[in-house]
């Protein structure tokens, strides 16, 4: 996860130097040019403190992602998102508790496990790089899209006991063109968080999750670059 966060930077070293290039050649670009809108679903893991000790199916929740953003030129974009719903995994205490016991757990001390459940949110900024049009160039028509992107942002837990915390992310979004204004989206991601977000407190710096969604953007017009 870590790994996928310090290569989202080094990209962004990369590509803001021509991102700052497409710029100047382009400054008759119009500021309501290039706006999008997104919507996507999916399912979603934690990787909490104790939750390695549950199934990893039974672990999948589901995941709402919604955005609006901008292209500032055609390789280097930013979004705004909120995305969540919820996740499972396990609690040694009530902390979020289902009430129903963890089956074929492991004995001994620390493995008297619930499953738990509980819902969350979060609002992040993210910046996107298109690495087709960076390296290969712009071109109107092309199907697919690979866009690494890095992000930060605001996470909370709105079941009790409530928590809030920092979060900061990363991932690819695959998309594909299907009509002038329309292109259906694979977006994969991998989050970090607080220890403290699961209510559980496990001495670790951090605890991480990933997602996967499936979804659709509109990009309103005016669309498009200049040659």
């Not at 309501?32 to 909490?48: D, I, R």
Request: aromatic share 14%; proline share 3%; charged share 20%.
């Amino acid at each position: 996860m870590k790994k996928l966060l310090i290569a989202g930077a080094l990209c962004a070293m990369i590509m803001f130097p021509s991102a700052a290039q497409e710029a100047s050649a382009r400054k008759g670009a119009p500021a309501k040019a290039n706006w999008f809108v997104s919507a996507g679903f999916g399912g979603q893991v934690y990787f909490g403190d104790h939750d390695k000790q549950v199934e990893f199916g039974k672990r999948i929740s589901p995941a709402l992602d919604i955005a609006v953003g901008k292209w500032f030129t055609p390789s280097i974009g930013v979004r705004l998102m909120y995305s969540g719903l919820s996740f499972k995994g396990a609690t040694q205490g009530s902390t979020h508790s289902t009430g129903e016991k963890v089956q074929g757990e492991k004995g001994g001390y620390g493995y008297w496990l619930y499953y738990s459940k509980f819902n969350e949110f979060s609002l992040s900024a993210e910046v996107m790089f298109n690495l087709n049009n960076a390296f290969a160039g712009y071109r109107e028509n092309r199907v697919w899209g690979c866009c690494p992107y890095v992000g930060v942002g605001y996470a909370r837990v709105t079941d009790e006991p409530v928590a809030n915390g920092y979060l900061i992310r990363g991932g690819l979004l695959n998309s594909f063109r299907v009509g002038k204004a329309w292109s259906v989206n694979l977006d994969l991601r991998a989050g970090y968080l607080n220890d403290e977000f699961d209510g559980e407190v496990g001495g670790r710096s951090g605890e991480g999750y990933a997602s996967a969604t499936i979804g659709v953007t509109y990009n309103f017009k005016p669309r498009g670059w200049n040659r």
